[in-house]
């Protein structure tokens, strides 16, 4: 499962603790928030088959990953907990909510199955 801070609410963040439980398993942490980023496109050369590229910049946000194990299409149950900056306690924040499941790769291959979280200051909402 991920989790995103939004780039508003991030710099008030100095930790947090991420506790999920779905199918009667529950996983808790306190994740390792790594700074986010978005991809820059870069120019393409100019040849018929010419490469293209992007570059990774810095956007603000931040984002860490709880360890869920499999992941089923049933209700997950998440509260989001921490610190800010000055050392009081974040609003606890809970979310029930169904992960996304997808088959990106078409309907004869396998469902893929995501848990993706935002939090910023206004609550916790699935991404």
């Known amino acids: ?4 801070i ?12 991420l506790k999920a439980c779905q199918d009667g398993k529950c996983r808790e942490a306190d994740l390792e928030m790594r ?13 018929p088959e010419g ?3 992007a570059v990774s910049s ?9 360890n869920m194990g499999t992941l089923t299409a049933s209700l997950i149950n ?15 924040r809970t979310l029930d909510f169904t992960p996304k499941s997808a088959k990106p790769w078409g309907e ?7 848990a993706s979280l ?8 699935q991404a």
């Open 51 to 53: 490469a293209c590229s």
């Open 58 to 66: 810095p956007d603000g946000t931040r984002y860490g990953f709880l």
């Open 1 to 4: 499962m991920s989790l995103t």
């Open 108 to 114: 004869q291959c396998p469902t893929v199955i995501t």
């Open 78 to 92: 998440a509260e989001v907990t921490g610190s800010d900056g000055n050392g009081g306690s974040l609003p606890v």
């Open 6 to 17: 939004a780039a508003e609410y991030a710099p008030t963040v100095k930790t947090v603790h």
């Open 35 to 47: 700074p986010g980023s978005v991809s820059v496109p870069q120019s393409c050369s100019p040849e």
């Open 118 to 125: 935002l939090l910023d200051a206004n609550g916790l909402r």
